[in-house]
């Protein structure tokens, strides 16, 4: 090494300097990347957890949604059941008391086409035919209902299903972003690697040429 000049001497420490701040301005640099990337990763993976979480939460008030219509339909068409027995007991009672009725005028010889028997026997159809008449209505009413009921809940099922299929779209895209950052802060590490190989290089040049000359 004593052969080394001045100049030879100032070339080394500025090769060295140079190669260790080269090294320490890309180490810097590429930390604060990889930090951020690594942030950015984990900031997408965890919005593809809550919106897959809000997609099965969806999918399961859907399935709800669906079991509730099944019971509300099942109820109604009890209801209707139960409108239907009615009027055929409505019918049944009116034949019963017309009968009841015509048999007795018969016996008695009372000329049902005019008079008091005409009068009992068309106030019973009448009653009848409005008995008929409210028990039609009601059951409008009932299927009425039935179908605003499952109009209801298929509109909110399907309300359901959009937004979980929406939700699961966007945890797919999620995921995509979260391993696209992560490479990034693979690719960063290599490149901090090669960078900071590449300044030490520079460096272990310089002495390696001191050395040389020293020889």
Same mark, same amino acid.
């Given at each position: 090494?004593?052969? &080394? ?42 919005? +593809? ?39 055929? &007991? ?8 017309? +009968? ?57 099922? +399907? ?10 779209? &966007? ?27 590449? +300044? ?16």
């Amino acid at each position: 090494m004593g052969n &080394m000049s001045s100049t030879d001497w100032a070339a080394l420490g500025a090769g060295t300097t140079s190669g260790a701040s080269s090294f320490l301005t890309s180490f810097t640099a590429q930390q604060s990347a990889n930090t951020s990337a690594l942030s950015q990763s984990l900031s997408a993976g965890l919005a +593809g957890s809550q919106v897959l979480a809000a997609a099965s939460t969806a999918e399961a008030n859907a399935a709800l949604t669906a079991s509730q219509a099944k019971i509300a339909a099942v109820q109604s068409e009890a209801k209707i059941a139960e409108n239907d027995r009615q009027r055929s &007991m409505l019918t049944r009672l009116y034949k019963q008391t017309q +009968g009841a009725a015509t048999a007795t005028f018969a016996a008695g010889n009372v000329d049902i086409s005019t008079g008091s028997a005409l009068a009992s026997l068309t106030g019973n159809a009448t009653r009848y035919a409005s008995d008929l008449a409210t028990n039609s209505y009601n059951k409008a009413i009932l299927q009425y209902e039935s179908g605003v009921t499952q109009n209801s809940y298929g509109l909110q099922a +399907g309300m359901y299903n959009i937004n979980a299929t929406y939700d699961r779209s &966007m945890s797919s895209y999620y995921n995509v972003l979260s391993d696209y950052y992560s490479s990034t802060v693979k690719g960063l590490g290599e490149t901090l690697l090669t960078s900071g190989l590449s +300044g030490l290089g520079s460096g272990a040049s310089a002495v390696s040429l001191a050395y040389a000359k020293g020889r």
